[in-house]
């Protein structure tokens, strides 16, 4: 993929709409594959596309199935599955299954590159929960350019235990999935990725949204309740976001699944790789809108003032914009009144939380070195030939994530959904008692999770922990581990 590189002749538009028409919301086709000898197949092919990201100007793009982002891939908990993915690009690609426990061989990190012109074919168990999960770019050094190009998209793992509830469940009609970009364009109207150490530093933030790939999106509901899974697609940029008129949203589900129950609340944070369900009622018929802010996740880094890399040396830059007041994600339309539907008030039953039954304690101090220059992980950045960590299998673990940068960032584990112990020694907020693969670690803060990899013992062959802000994955905010025999 050849993106132009610099930002310095960029245009300024307001991040979220910016006066254009409203365009209907791209709802990503369905594929539920198909079922061969015992397993449900799946025929990937990645590609090199074009998409117009303002009318009449061709941006080149990368694309799954498609010429930009991919299909959204349907699955149920305790099926296998197989996926044959062609690279039809002119360059290495992986497919990261983002949230899944599976054998390393079949993870699509870095390890498992696929050539121009190769087929990758893993096969699998699917040991997930039902939620929101979503497949990827993991290319060594290259993951940020090519989610930005476009390949990425929804996963849906289904399962009896959520049937059973009768939540929306219709595809494309009460239940729709939400991929949050932002993207930057040239003065041209091109997509644009900056590669410079602004970009690395801060992460590639645009100032444009983009929800499924459509600008100033409106979504025409026809039920009275709305199930949005809300993934945040982008590279770098957080979210907070609420409903118009402050109006309650409840929250059903995180990375991993369903919470214990319903939780009401009128906003929502989420860093790149995190996920959320949310139930929205639109019962009274009223249009209403999914809003969001975009709140600074560092401490004076790249401020106005006099902050560490404020005022003359670098200052605010377009492709570092921050909102504070809030802009619109989606118009929702209802098609009129309808009866209100009755939220069950127990949702999942999950395990009790113990953090005696922890056998072992590893911690992981992620920091950015002076100006941005040296991101790691315990002072050591990313090695593919050096094994970070060697944890036994079966056997529960707490691992301490400290953030001793001034910057926040979200830590994704490979092949784990964990839970949340404490935030510097306090009980998490009710929305983090859920399972979780991505979670967000603030400045100068420390973070315990409870975790254990059940099954998939591989001496050699790594998984991955690291940042989910790509561009710090791609400078080296990154380990590997292996699951090993007790």
Known sequence: MALPLSACEARSSLLGADGAGANSLAIPKLDQGIVEQGERVFRLSISAGQKEFVPGVVSPTIGVNAPYLGPTLEM???????????NGLDEGATVHWHGFELPAAADGGPHQLIRPGARW?????VRQRASLYWYHSHLHRGTGPQVYAGLAAPIYVRDDEEDALDLPSEYGVDDIPLIVQDRLLDNSGKLLYPQNMHAQMMGVRGDRIYVNGTHNAVFDARTGQLRLRILNGSNARFYDFSLSGGQTMQFIASDGGLLERPHPVRSLRLAPGERAQILVDLSEGRPLSLLATSPDNSMGMMGDGGGMMGGGMMGRRRDDTEMDEPFRVLDIRPAGPSPRRNLPPQLAAL????????????????????MGGGMSINGASMDMNVINERVPVGHWEIWEIAN????????????AQFRVIDRNGRTPPPLETGYKDTVIVDPREQVRLLLRFEEHTDPDLPYMYHCHILEHEDAGMMGQFVVAKS
């Not at 149920?76 to 062609?86: A, I, Y």
């Not at 960032?409 to 490979?414: G, L, S």
């Open 351 to 370: 395990p009790a939380l113990d953090p005696s039954l922890a056998v072992r304690t590893r911690r992981f101090v992620l920091d950015m070195g002076m």
């Open 121 to 125: 074919s893993p096969s699998f168990e």
């Open 404 to 415: 001793a940068s001034m910057m926040a960032h979200p830590f994704h584990i490979h092949n």
């Open 76 to 86: 149920r908990r305790g099926e296998r599955v197989r996926l044959h993915v062609d």
